[in-house]
């Protein structure tokens, strides 16, 4: 029980940390980016600026709905079956890569349902267009985990992350890594955490104002980002697996830093993306035909290596 408590302190410390972090690296970078003056109200060259943030949702009343405390929770509540070493996790199953695809799908479908509401209701027709659009990208992102299986023969992350002892998994499937970097930058800009998203809240663009709700909603984003940081790390780079002499933990944290920094200056560098049908062309024109191949190519190796002994 204490080491189970213990395990708990230790990942939501991490959790909330990293958010901490990747508000301040994001902002610094926006504001050096957009050439704004950005942190001349708080000290230690904007550290402490994320704090601030933080009091400005806090200070304003709001009220909390269902869908907020449920983002909130399930925002959470994802990272308790995700391993971030042999020995720090929380909830253990025998195919934790599939749960973990589920809640993470259920963590997107609350966030969209609480954007796609208004003072009178739900905007049905918002809510089932960006259901259906966040759910296309989960097309290629499924061909490449499949890909991913076929490899290691197993659906649990701890054996993925043990397979890649030797060679890691982005040389035999580079095609999927492109396909998941891709996905994942995408989602930052479905979901843009340094602006408000006019694709999913511009109808409704009187809830991002402030408050304890809207900073729950904020969490979520993070962490939806995260996870596709975290699994790209598990799946492709070796996860906690030592580098030459460094420790694997802290290979961990210089990988998930690398990655989410390309990511926010890819996001600078490319326009905003708010159009459907625009992101829907991307999806079918290329992430998905090359997840597609890359399939195919796994299953064909797969063929040779296992069945025919070829390779």
């Known amino acids: 029980m204490i080491i189970l408590f213990r395990n708990v302190v230790y990942l939501y410390l991490i959790l909330i940390v990293n958010i901490y972090m990747c508000s301040y690296f994001l ?3 926006s504001s050096r980016v957009e050439l704004k003056r950005g942190f001349s109200a708080s000290r230690a060259k904007g550290l ?3 704090v601030l943030k933080l009091f400005r949702y806090l200070s304003k009343d709001d009220r909390l709905n269902i869908w907020e405390i449920l983002i909130f929770f399930f925002s959470f509540f994802i990272w308790t079956i995700i391993p971030f070493s042999p020995t720090l996790i929380i909830i253990r199953f025998e195919n934790d890569l599939v749960i973990a695809i589920l809640f993470y799908m259920i963590l997107l479908f609350l966030i969209l349902m609480n954007a796609s509401r208004s003072r009178y209701g739900f905007i049905f027709k918002n809510a089932t267009k960006n259901i259906l659009m966040i759910y296309n990208f989960f097309i290629p992102v499924i061909f490449c985990i499949s890909g991913i299986v076929l490899i290691n023969r197993t659906l649990t992350l701890k054996e993925i992350v043990g397979f890649q002892y030797q060679y890691w998994n982005i040389i035999y499937q580079p095609l999927g890594f492109i396909v998941m ?3 994942a930058l995408l989602l930052m800009k479905l979901f843009n955490i340094t602006k408000k998203s006019t694709l999913f809240l511009g109808q409704n ?6 408050g304890f709700g809207r900073l729950m909603v904020r969490i979520s984003y993070y962490s939806t980002l995260f996870f596709i940081i ?8 070796a996860g906690w697996q030592n580098l030459f002499f460094i420790n694997g933990n802290i290979i961990f944290g210089i990988k998930f830093y690398i990655i989410f920094l390309i990511l926010v200056l890819l996001d600078k560098a490319t326009p905003q993306l708010n159009d459907y049908s625009y992101l829907l062309s991307i999806n079918w024109k290329f992430l998905i035909p090359v997840a597609a191949v890359n399939f195919l190519l796994t299953i064909v190796f797969f063929i040779l290596r296992n069945i025919y002994g070829i390779i």
């Open 27 to 29: 902002n610094k970078l």
């Open 205 to 210: 663009i009187e809830k991002e104002g402030y």
């Open 230 to 237: 975290v699994m790209i790390i598990i799946l492709y780079l």
């Open 181 to 183: 970097f891709a996905s």
């Open 48 to 50: 402490g600026y994320p």
